[in-house]
């Protein structure tokens, strides 16, 4: 069975600067995908990134950034340039490519971030 | 706009009592999926459909059901046999093509708040 491990339970940055966010997942599966959502106080689940486990490359989109790590399975998000509105909860989820459940998400119990003034 | 839309957004429900949360898409997409999220536990997966008139069981699916008769409709009820019901309620919804790998984003709806009092 797939799991998504998030040993962060908190973090807090500074406006501006940059965090990084902790992700680690237990899979047997050689194709997957991996994601970030992001959970603002409204509780709108909002899509932050996307991996493919079979692409080297790590995903960017904006401030947000990741470090795939397929060996190790790690999947980290940095934020940089921290802003006030990145306040939420942050999910690590996974999904296999094929089978009977794929596209179905598998999520690590979150971190809550918190950007201060 | 397209979007998922869930109602009501607050749901008391007494003990004993059966109640039934609606979740409506108009983005036409193939899958839909029940979500339960507790504090500190992330999001857990209580039921699935990835096609009209098929559904299936996910990780905590005792308690509850569900229909899918249409395409844009997925509604879940929470049963008397559900012992802790108090929760927030995420229902999403992606496109599942034929063949093709598990890696589209879900899209989420706005939630609902369900207590029991």
């Known amino acids: 069975a797939q799991t998504v491990t998030q040993s962060q339970p908190e973090m807090s940055v500074q406006e501006a600067e940059t965090v990084t966010l902790s992700c680690t997942y237990d899979?047997?599966?050689?194709?997957?995908?991996l994601f970030w959502y992001k959970q603002p106080p409204s509780r709108q689940m909002i899509l932050v990134i996307r991996?493919?486990?079979?692409?080297?490359q790590n995903a960017t989109e904006n401030r947000f950034s990741v470090n795939f790590q397929k060996a190790a399975k790690s999947f980290s998000l940095k934020i940089s340039d921290s802003q006030l509105g990145d306040t939420a909860m942050y999910f690590c989820a996974f999904s296999v490519s094929y089978g009977g459940s794929q596209g179905n998400l598998i999520f690590g119990k979150g971190t809550k971030l918190s950007v201060k003034p | 706009d397209g979007g998922i839309t869930q109602s009501p957004k607050y749901l008391f429900r007494k003990e004993g009592q059966n109640v039934t949360l609606s979740c409506e898409q108009n983005l036409n997409h193939d899958a839909m999926y029940w979500y339960r999220q507790d504090p500190g536990q992330g999001l857990r997966l209580i039921y699935y459909s990835q096609i009209v008139n098929d559904f299936q069981k996910g990780d905590i699916a005792e308690g509850y059901s569900v229909s899918r008769e249409k395409k844009e409709s997925f509604p879940l009820t929470v049963t008397s046999a559900q012992k802790n019901p108090t929760a927030f309620y995420l229902c999403?919804?992606?496109?599942?093509?034929?063949?093709?790998?598990?890696?589209?984003?879900?899209?989420f709806g706005p939630g609902t708040r369900l207590t029991v009092l």
């Open positions: 999403a919804s992606r496109v599942f093509p034929e063949g093709g790998a598990g890696g589209d984003e879900q899209f």
């Open positions: 899979t047997s599966e050689s194709n997957y995908y």
């Open positions: 991996q493919e486990a079979y692409k080297q």
